[in-house]
């Protein structure tokens, strides 16, 4: 079975640009998250969906956002890329809340 | 005040050696908590879940302390594999919290 697959795997982006970064969850998985993870610090809780619908969000500004489609993958959006979002972003699905799997990532680079 | 307070370490410890990790949680509402382990530049990978009973797989042990509001995660007989970043987790609603992390370093 295939895991939470995220693409693309790196990407560098320039100031003031946007990015959109994909995720497929495990098979049957209907509840997807993101997380941002910089360099020496644990991922930090961005977005969560289940069912389409968002069920939850963190401490993060409105240039982020975030859909689930029908088919359960998601997409993460950042809007007017700053250098202090450089960092990994996971995507981690979980079948009702019993610990989440993470994709590998997208190792974002804003130059 | 972060939710979840872990002390970064480093930790290096001899083959076979044991070691403890311990890592504090804010929120008294959290209702479930787990471990996961982090190699250096990959994801985060379920380690196991930590309930008040405590529960063990194989050469680890993981604990959870609801009145002093910590969780604990013991390393028996230490394996220069299990040299990693270990990350604790506090779940709050729908939102998991996840600690800076604790690096361990297993020495031959």
């Known amino acids: 079975d295939a895991g939470v697959t995220q693409s693309p795997t790196h990407l560098i982006k320039t100031r003031g640009q946007h990015v959109t970064l994909r995720c497929s969850p495990i098979s049957g998985h209907k509840s997807v998250s993101w997380y941002q993870q910089v360099l020496g610090q644990g991922p930090q809780f961005i977005f969560q969906?289940?069912?389409?619908?968002?069920?939850g969000r963190g401490n993060f500004p409105d240039r982020f956002s975030a859909r689930q489609f029908p088919n359960y993958s998601s997409e993460l959006n950042v809007n007017a890329l700053l250098l202090g979002d450089s960092a990994l972003y996971l995507c981690?699905?979980?079948?009702?809340?019993?610990?989440?799997?993470f994709g590998s990532g997208t190792r974002l680079t804003v130059v | 005040r972060k939710e979840v307070e872990q002390d970064p370490g480093p930790f290096n410890v001899p083959e076979g050696a044991t070691v403890a990790f311990n890592c504090t949680y804010s929120n008294s509402a959290s209702q479930s908590f787990f471990w996961y382990r982090q190699d250096c530049r990959k994801e985060p990978k379920l380690l196991m879940s930590v309930y008040s009973s405590g529960n063990e797989d194989g050469r680890f042990t993981a604990q959870l302390n609801r009145a002093s509001q910590y969780i604990s995660l013991l390393i028996r007989d230490s394996k220069l594999s299990d040299s990693a970043t270990y990350l604790c987790v506090a779940v709050t609603g729908n939102q998991f919290y996840f600690g800076t992390g604790t690096s361990l370093t297993v020495i031959p």
């Open positions: 969906y289940y069912e389409k619908e968002e069920r």
């Open positions: 981690a699905s979980s079948f009702g809340g019993r610990g989440y799997t």
